[in-house]
């Protein structure tokens, strides 16, 4: 069997070793445990290669437990030690024999640890507040990846729970990312380099590509990953993907002359793409290419009135 990336292996490894682990020695559990893959890593994106295997790379899946009311610590503990007895090497790959760099990734843990410690809710529900202060890649970490066994279920409602943004919550981002981006690239790139500031004119370019980024995942209603898999990421959209090259351009060139004019004219191509993908969905009212008017048009169609009146930027 050839398997291409760690998620894969982590569940060709978990139906080989800890599906029948558990069945075997922990049948009374199998009503409560949750496996899976999901998290920090490329691996839970699907992103990693060879060269991702050089630090923090497992085999090894996740075992989620619910809350020590259902199923005890001295139970925890055994099966913590039932894990750390697998084989220690699977289809080329070995479990590390200390613990990861970035923490614990793989093994048995809680369930309302992980979502606590990604999102800030043990049970994965968020208020509006909430959902606007969550970073984007942390939400992004919390339903990626895959589920390979869901006992109870509940570990696969609440990432249906918390797939995408409510709607009023994607409008608030949406509105706050559209006027930084306007600010940065429609308005303030060229006024930098009519000063003659052209490291302030890159910063500017490297802003709008930024908030022009979170615009197109927002409007694809998927959430932006960790930066170093964000163009990865973006290439893979259904919807303005080839926006991704675009912005690659503008934040790899300088700022002389008539580059300088090529990349104000890809700003504007791409601030004409994303208005037009606002207005395919329904977003903006509103007219013409700047798009601090799709901004604003963009909030004030925020059905909860207290959102809405929020400030335009509490979503970025």
């Not at 445990?33 to 630090?55: N, Q, T, Y």
């Not at 802003?207 to 959430?223: H, R």
Request: glycine share 10%; charged share 25%; net charge negative.
């Amino acid at each position: 069997m050839s398997l291409t990336n760690g998620l894969e292996i982590a569940e060709a490894y978990f139906q080989e070793y800890g599906m029948p682990m558990l069945q075997e020695k922990f049948p009374e559990l199998l009503p409560y445990v949750a496996a899976g893959l999901f998290g920090s890593g490329s691996e839970c994106f699907g992103f990693d290669d060879e060269l991702s295997r050089d630090h923090d790379f497992d085999p090894g899946f996740m075992l989620l437990l619910p809350d020590e009311d259902v199923v005890d610590r001295k139970q925890e503990f055994a099966l913590e030690r039932a894990y750390a007895k697998l084989p220690k090497e699977f289809m080329g790959v070995e479990r590390p024999k200390l613990a990861p760099v970035g923490g614990l990734r793989r093994g048995v843990m809680r369930l309302a640890g992980f979502f606590a410690d990604k999102t800030g809710s043990a049970s994965g529900k968020l208020s509006a507040e909430q959902w606007l202060a969550v970073p984007s890649h942390a939400l992004a970490e919390a339903v990626n990846g895959k589920v390979f066994y869901d006992g109870p279920g509940e570990l696969s409602r609440i990432r249906e729970g918390l797939a995408c943004y409510p709607e009023d919550v994607r409008r608030k981002k949406l509105a706050g990312h559209l006027l930084l981006a306007a600010q940065a690239g429609q308005y303030n790139y060229v006024r930098c380099l009519r000063h003659g500031e052209t490291g302030a004119a890159q910063l500017a370019a490297i802003a709008f590509a930024q908030s022009a980024m979170e615009t197109v995942f927002l409007l694809n209603k998927v959430y932006q990953p960790f930066y170093k898999w964000r163009f990865r990421a973006m290439r893979a959209l259904p919807k303005l993907s080839l926006e991704a090259e675009l912005l690659e351009y503008l934040i790899t060139t300088d700022n002389e002359s008539q580059l300088a004019q090529d990349k104000y004219e890809v700003i504007e191509g791409i601030a004409a793409d994303i208005i037009e993908e606002l207005l395919s969905q329904g977003l903006s009212q509103a007219n013409g290419g700047d798009l601090e008017k799709h901004a604003y048009s963009v909030n004030d169609g925020i059905a909860d009135g207290n959102l809405r009146n929020l400030h335009i930027l509490a979503g970025v």
